[in-house]
Antibody
């Protein structure tokens, strides 16, 4: 089971960019995923990146496609969520999760990092 | 509105058995495995059920999952006060090429 710790949240103005980081340990074979929870709302899948062994490809929710990019550097055991053109509705607690099987087998979760988009 | 639907709330008394439903379509529940997560406020979500009805190590057998057609359900027997939490189903959607979460069900133990 992978362990994950995310960081990088903060206050950012609409239209600006922010990059979240996720340090993962346990296995480089895991896919790394981002799930968010807006204030008072439920969980929402944001995006995922497969391990190299499964092509290293990424998938995104329609709400963030074209604005967010998931990447990973297995040599450093770090994954990133680059968020561009941020909107107020992107305000949420962002969780990094590790997936040891097929989606959405999210069996390890970080504590989350808060992103607030406001002017 | 999620493409996978859960009741917003459920309740039961200690010792009771409660069931939480998750309704979808042929592109998600009808053709893929369903997963269930427990989320207590202020903590990280926890995988409760995987591949429709499998429990990860450490999850009590009071929790069980099932799936039939385009619907799935989570059952909790011998309800305890510590089961009070939000419960989410999640599944891959072939049409969306992505993961969808149900809207979540807030379970109250009376």
């Amino acid at each position: 089971e992978a362990q994950v710790v995310e960081s990088g949240g903060g206050l950012v103005q609409p239209g600006r960019s922010l990059t979240l980081s996720c340090i993962f340990s346990g296995s480089s074979h895991y896919s790394i995923n981002w799930v968010r929870q807006a204030p008072g709302k439920g969980l929402e899948w944001v995006g995922s990146i497969r391990s190299k062994g499964f092509g290293g490809t990424a998938d995104y929710a329609a709400s963030v496609k074209g604005r967010f990019t998931v990447s990973r550097d297995d040599s450093k055991s770090i994954a990133y969520l680059q968020m561009d053109s941020l909107k107020i509705e992107d305000t949420a607690l962002y969780y990094c999760t590790g997936c040891s099987g097929i989606y959405p087998h999210f069996d390890s979760w970080g504590q989350g990092t808060l992103v607030t988009v406001s002017s | 509105q999620s493409v996978v639907t859960q009741p917003p709330s459920a309740s039961g008394t200690p010792g009771q058995r409660v069931t939480i439903s998750c309704s979808g379509s042929t592109s998600n529940i009808g053709s893929n495995y369903v997963y269930w997560y427990e989320h207590l406020p202020g903590t990280a979500p926890k995988l409760l059920i995987y591949r429709n009805n499998q429990r990860p190590a450490g999850v009590p057998d009071r929790f069980s999952g099932s799936k039939s057609g385009t619907a799935a359900s989570l059952a909790i027997s011998g309800l305890r006060s510590e089961d009070e939490a939000d419960y989410y189903c999640a599944v891959w959607d072939d049409g969306l090429s992505g993961v969808v979460f149900g809207g979540g069900t807030k379970l109250t133990v009376l």
